[in-house]
Structures are given as structure tokens and as C-alpha cells.
């Protein structure tokens, strides 16, 4: 039966109807308690739920429909290896790759810790070499740049990672990420770079991904042009993969491939020896570090009660706005220039994990499953959407991520930062009332006449829902925590929705059709299957490249 037909989603419907008509302004006057009432810490992670249009019953409610659901045997299927990725025939078992702890994770029988820990380890050697300069290029050089190309999973985890954690970086050692077809983006990393001192890292899971195998071969031979020596390849370049065949064709010598298995999906492999480039950057005991917070965050994930779960309540609230209060979208905004790209990495693990619209049995979904999420670093975006955010027409719910602590103390600049995350979150609740406003401008001395023209545009309705998640500092521990958070958030909500959140099919007709497309590049005329817009476009790229 779809979730849709259950009581509980029927008594959610009806709760809804009967909540959207309280304002969350009351409901604070209502209960002095409630930000404590409404909030929870685990990991080192702190998360304030109290500005979103909830009670108890809302949340007894929500409870029960993950119940419904079936959650906990889920949970506990994913932690047995089974194979929840039903349409790939898939275990999905990254929290293994993280476990630091004492927990028996097997695959079909196996057990999967000693290739993982052997994996680790040499990570740690390989990073330790490269960091310390015992690993040298062909002339003889030490490492000074790491290029990781990658695309997708094998890209934008490590690089939301490094990026978050360039406090913890070794001065001297530079990681560059190229992901992108478009020559420019190789084009200008390598322009800065010199090839002896240059280390490429080739993260794909696959091995076959276009773009990923085009710029490295691009890199290949712009190695090569530098170097002479088909030999210097092997130590200037290591792969990251699951095909050791394709690895091996490439050119590079499988002694320098780091391997990961199918049973970790591309959009939850960072935690693999996909996150070789942040181990290279960081050194491994802060990969480590990464690793245990985000192996703490499964441990509360898995035994913590439903209702002090901070990845289930995150999912629910998710769900209350997208299914009984009709938000299409989810805004993710970190207080911390470090989290600039959070937003893009969540992108994909929420979109491309519930971005689904049938069940796990191919049954039609007639509600509303993943929603687009999207974001950006404040106070930035404050100047750009949150216009839209505080008064447009729709409904978008809001993640604030706060470090309470910066790693570059500068002047005021903290404080200012951290009181306008509190700022956004409380103006969104709040908003402001007519009389607020009127007596705003009164004091502002606006003649009436103006002072009724202006009235409409600056009344705030308020009432818009907001998660705030703080920590002391973004640390390793604190970023793995966190990052597991999400995980774990993304898949309570596809227990609910009943999808298979680790599948991706949607991304595979436009890479077939691409070959397609490239195949008409060569001919003459298009094939007669291609579509006259798309024959129009192919013939105004050749004038384009032909004049
Ligand atoms: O975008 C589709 C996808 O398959 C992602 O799931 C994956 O992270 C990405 O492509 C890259 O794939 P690979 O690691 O095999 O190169």
C-alpha cells in the first residue's frame, strides 16, 4: 500500500489543516519551554527545531508514520547487508567504511572489515609518503599539487570536504578539483602547475565515466609534453576505483589503485578511498577524525530512541513541509564560508538518492517525494534569495548551519556573522506584524499617505519554518557528524516515500544519448531518429566551429 493510503499519513493531512492556521509566535508565548522542548544534541552537533509549525502531536504524528513505515526494519537491513538498493541489486554499506567501532558488517556471507581496514591503511601510508615528501615525481621532486579529477560522487564530497577543513591543510600542498568536460576548467588548473611536481588522483568509480576518463587523458598528455616518459605516469598519477580492468587500460599500474567495492554508492563513497585527496590534505588521523564522527552519528542513528534521533526528526520535519504543507524545495544555508559547497553536495545526495517518482516495486507515486534542494553560504545569500525566502508565495524550509567558533578571529567579524544567522531564523518566525510595521515608520516620522503605500511591502508574514544546527567549531569529527546527519536523513525520508534511495537511474539516458549526439558530430546529415531542435543545434555548432 502506498504511504499516502496509510491512517497515519490521513491523520497528518488533517493535523496539517488544523496547524496552518497557528503562528509560531504563539506557540513560543504558548510554552516558555519549547526551544528545549524542541531540541536535540548528538556528536558534537546541536539541533534547535523549535522555529518550525510543530507541537507534540505534530511530532507524535510524524513518529508514527515512520512507523508505518516500517523504519526500524529497514534500519536494520541496511545494517545486515542486505540488499536495500533492490533495482541494482546492491548492499549499501558505507557506515561499515567508517566503522570505527566494533560493529559486524558482512556482504553475502563476508565480512567486509579487513579490506576496508587494509584499504586504510594504505591510505595512510601513501598520504604519509606524499605529505612528508618521501614520495617523489619522476625528476626526483617532491609533491606540491594534487589534482583530483572525479565527477559527481567521486568529486563532490572530497571537495566540500577540503574545502570545509582547509584550516587543518599542510601549508605547502595544494589539492586543485577538475570535474567538468569544459576544457577551461583543466585548461586553468594546470596553466598555474608545474607536471614534476604534480600528483593526479583519478577517482571513478566506474572507470567509464566521459568526463572523468576525458580530462585524464587531458592530463595525461599535458604530463607527458612536460615529462617525456610514458614511465612518469606511474608516479604522477593514482586511481581511485572499483574496476581494476579499466584502471589497468588506462595506463596506470594497479599498484597504485586504491580499491572500493560496489556496495558503496557514488554519492556516499567520501568515506572510501574516494576521500584519498582529503587524507593527502588533511593527513590521515583528520581523515580518522572524519571517519569517527561520522561513525558516532550512526551509532546515535541506530540506537537512539525515534524521538531524540536527530536524523529521523530532521527527515520527518522534511517531510511535514514537502507531503501536508505542499514546499517544493529545501534551502541549506551555512553560516561558514568553509560550507560554501554543503549545498552542491547535498544536491546530489538528497536529489539523486529521492529525486524517484515510483516506489521500490515500480508502483506510480502520486505524492510529492525528494525536493529540490538548493543554498548557498550566508550572509551571502541574505543579498541574494532570502528576499523570496522571508515574502514570496511559497514555502521553503530552511537549514541554518552555524559554527559557533571561527578559525580566523577577525576583528567583529564572528560575532556580526552569528548574529545574523540568529537574525534570519528569528525574522522568519516572527516576521512582522502590521502594527510593528506601522509603528516602525512612525517612529521612521513617514507622512500617512506614504506610510499606506509602504504598509503591504513590509508587513512579514512570519511563520516560516527553519532547522538551526550549531557546533562549538567545524572540525573533522564535527563535519563527519554532520555529513552522516544528512545521510541518514535522506534515507528515513525514502523509507518513507518507499524508494530505493541508492539508485540513479534518471541520470543514464542523457549520458546515451550523449554518445548518441557525438556519434551525429561525424556525419554529414543527423540520423533521421534525432528530433528536428536538437538536428537544428548539431548543424549550428558545426557553422559555429567551421567559421
Ligand atoms: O551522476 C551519476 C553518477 O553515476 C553518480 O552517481 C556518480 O557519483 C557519478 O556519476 C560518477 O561516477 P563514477 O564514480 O563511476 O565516475
Known amino acids: 500500500m502506498l504511504i499516502n493510503q496509510t491512517s497515519a499519513w490521513k491523520a497528518l493531512q488533517a493535523h496539517w489543516a488544523s496547524m496552518a492556521s497557528r503562528h509560531m509566535r504563539d506557540l513560543f508565548t504558548a510554552d516558555a519551554q519549547r526551544s528545549q522542548r524542541f531540541s536535540l544534541s548528538a556528536c558534537g552537533l546541536h539541533l534547535d527545531y523549535s522555529k518550525n509549525l510543530v507541537d507534540r502531536e505534530t511530532i507524535r504524528l510524524l513518529l508514527a508514520l515512520a512507523e508505518t513505515a516500517d523504519l526500524a526494519s529497514w534500519s536494520q537491513r541496511l ?62 621532486q617532491p609533491i606540491t599539487d594534487i589534482v583530483s579529477i572525479g565527477i559527481g560522487g567521486s568529486n563532490l564530497g572530497p571537495k566540500m570536504v577540503c574545502e570545509a577543513l582547509q584550516p587543518y591543510q599542510q601549508e605547502g600542498l595544494r589539492v586543485h578539483f577538475v570535474s567538468n568536460l569544459d576544457a577551461s ?7 598555474l602547475l608545474n607536471a614534476a611536481t604534480t600528483l593526479f588522483v583519478i577517482s571513478s568509480k566506474t572507470f567509464t565515466t566521459q568526463e572523468t576518463l576525458t580530462n585524464a587523458h587531458s592530463a595525461r598528455e599535458w604530463l607527458l609534453q612536460q615529462l617525456y616518459d610514458e614511465a612518469a605516469v606511474k608516479r604522477h598519477f593514482v586511481a581511485v576505483s572499483t574496476n581494476r580492468q579499466a584502471v589497468a587500460q588506462f595506463g596506470i599500474h594497479t599498484a597504485n589503485m586504491f580499491e572500493f567495492w560496489d556496495w558503496v554508492g557514488g554519492r556516499y563513497s567520501l568515506w572510501s578511498a574516494i576521500g584519498l585527496p582529503i587524507a593527502l590534505a588533511i593527513g590521515m588521523e583528520g581523515f580518522e577524525q572524519l571517519l569517527f564522527g561520522a561513525h558516532e552519528m550512526d551509532e546515535h542513528f541506530v540506537q537512539a530512541a525515534p524521538d531524540a534521533n536527530m536524523p529521523v526528526i530532521l527527515a520527518l520535519l522534511g517531510i511535514w513541509y514537502i507531503n501536508f504543507g505542499a514546499a517544493h524545495s529545501h534551502a541549506v544555508i551555512p553560516y561558514s564560508q568553509h560550507l560554501a559547497s554543503l549545498p552542491a553536495f547535498l544536491q546530489q545526495l538528497d536529489m539523486e538518492s529521492n529525486g524517484k517518482r515510483v516506489t521500490r516495486d515500480g508502483e506510480s507515486i502520486d505524492y510529492a517525494t525528494g525536493p529540490v534542494v538548493w543554498g548557498q553560504a550566508g550572509t551571502d545569500a541574505q543579498h541574494s534569495f532570502f528576499q523570496l525566502i522571508h515574502q514570496g508565495t511559497c514555502l521553503t524550509p530552511c537549514d541554518f548551519i552555524l559554527p559557533l567558533r571561527t578559525h580566523y578571529p577577525l576583528g567583529k567579524h564572528h560575532d556580526q556573522l552569528v548574529a545574523n544567522c540568529l537574525a534570519q531564523a528569528q525574522a522568519l518566525m516572527r516576521g512582522r506584524t502590521e502594527q510593528e510595521a506601522l509603528d516602525e515608520m512612525r517612529q521612521a516620522d513617514l507622512d500617512e499617505q506614504s506610510l499606506q503605500m509602504l504598509l503591504p511591502h513590509r508587513v512579514f508574514p512570519g511563520n516560516r519554518p527553519s532547522n538551526m544546527l550549531v557546533m562549538d567549531q567545524l572540525t573533522p569529527y564535527t563535519l563527519g557528524a554532520l555529513i552522516a546527519l544528512y545521510e541518514h536523513k535522506v534515507f528515513v525520508q525514502g523509507i518513507i516515500w518507499g524508494v530505493d534511495s541508492f539508485d540513479q537511474w534518471g541520470v543514464e539516458l542523457g549520458k546515451r544519448l550523449a554518445g548518441h549526439i557525438l556519434q551525429n558530430f561525424n556525419e554529414l546529415s543527423c540520423s533521421p531518429d534525432v528530433d528536428s531542435s536538437t538536428a537544428a543545434l548539431i548543424r549550428r555548432y558545426h557553422l559555429a566551429i567551421e567559421s
Not at 105 to 110: K, N
Not at 185 to 191: F, G
Request: glycine content about 10%; cysteine-free; charged content about 25%.
Open 79 to 140: 545494517l545486515a547487508g542486505d540488499k536495500v538498493n533492490s533495482t541494482e541489486g546492491r548492499a549499501v554499506l558505507h557506515m561499515a567504511l567508517r566503522n570505527l567501532g566494533y560493529r559486524h558488517y558482512a556482504y553475502e556471507g563476508r565480512d567486509v572489515m579487513p579490506d576496508i581496514l587494509s584499504v586504510l591503511s594504505r591510505m595512510r601510508a601513501f598520504s604519509d609518503d606524499v605529505r612528508s615528501g618521501r614520495w617523489l615525481g619522476y625528476t626526483g
Open 185 to 191: 576548467q583543466i585548461s586553468q588548473t594546470l596553466k
